[in-house]
Structure formats: structure tokens, C-alpha cells
């Protein structure tokens, strides 16, 4: 059974850094694509940044590149955001999620995505 577990989320004050963690289980992660989503409270869900299969290609959203980065562990099946410089408009349950069977490229379309963990947290502010 696929599981995706976040952590690492937390109040954090404007300008702090802060890195979630995906602990993933139940599938090949390594044949996996792997991306990083954000919904806040009346927004739609948000695609923020992906990772291909073997880590070597990435990309963000215009609103994060730069300030977060993106990683992976095939060897212990982790994918990691790492996030600097937050503002308050980063508040947002952050959410991982693995794409359709086999998909390995990078894309953060949410709607290429079948899985994903029950979120963390995020909250920027003063």
C-alpha cells in the first residue's frame, strides 16, 4: 500500500527557514517522480515544485523558485523541501505526492498526480 507521510511543519516567523520531510513506503519510489503542493485556506490547491526520478532534474513555481529547493534519498525513499526566506503568504498545508504509475519526468500539475500524504502545516508569521 503506497503511504506518503509529511513532516517538519510548524510556525516559523517572516525571513526563517524551514525543511519538510516525505517519508515514503508501499511502491518503487525510485521510479517515481516526486512533487511538493501547498493549499491555503480558500485557495486552490497549488503546485510549488517537483523532482524526477532520480533527482537529477527540477523545477519550481515562479512564487518559490529561489527560496525553496527541492531534494530526494532514493536510498532511503525521502523527498525533502527545503524553504528560506518565508513570507506570511507561504502559510499553506503542504502536501507531497507521487504521480500515475511509472511517471518519472518532472511536473507539478496537481492533476498528474494519484497519491498523496495528509499534509503539514505551515504557518509564517510574526
Known amino acids: 500500500q503506497l503511504q506518503l507521510v509529511e513532516s517538519g511543519g510548524g510556525l516559523v516567523q517572516p525571513g526563517g527557514s524551514l525543511r519538510l520531510s516525505c517519508a515514503a513506503s508501499?511502491?518503487?519510489?525510485?521510479?517515481?517522480?516526486m512533487g511538493w503542493f501547498r493549499q491555503a485556506p480558500g485557495k486552490e490547491r497549488e503546485g510549488i515544485s517537483c523532482?524526477?526520478?532520480?533527482?537529477?532534474?527540477?523545477n519550481y513555481a515562479g512564487s518559490v523558485k529561489g527560496r525553496f529547493a527541492i531534494s530526494r534519498d532514493n536510498a532511503e525513499n525521502m523527498v525533502y523541501l527545503h524553504m528560506s526566506n518565508l513570507k506570511p503568504e507561504d502559510t499553506a498545508v503542504y502536501y507531497c505526492?507521487?504521480?500515475?504509475?511509472?511517471?518519472?519526468?518532472?511536473?507539478?500539475?496537481?492533476?498528474?498526480?494519484?497519491?498523496w500524504g495528509q499534509g503539514t502545516q505551515v504557518t509564517v508569521s510574526s
Open positions: 505526492a507521487a504521480p500515475r504509475p511509472f511517471f518519472m519526468g518532472c511536473d507539478y500539475d496537481p492533476h498528474v498526480y494519484d497519491y
Open positions: 508501499g511502491f518503487s519510489f525510485h521510479n517515481y517522480a
Open positions: 523532482i524526477n526520478s532520480s533527482g537529477e532534474d527540477t
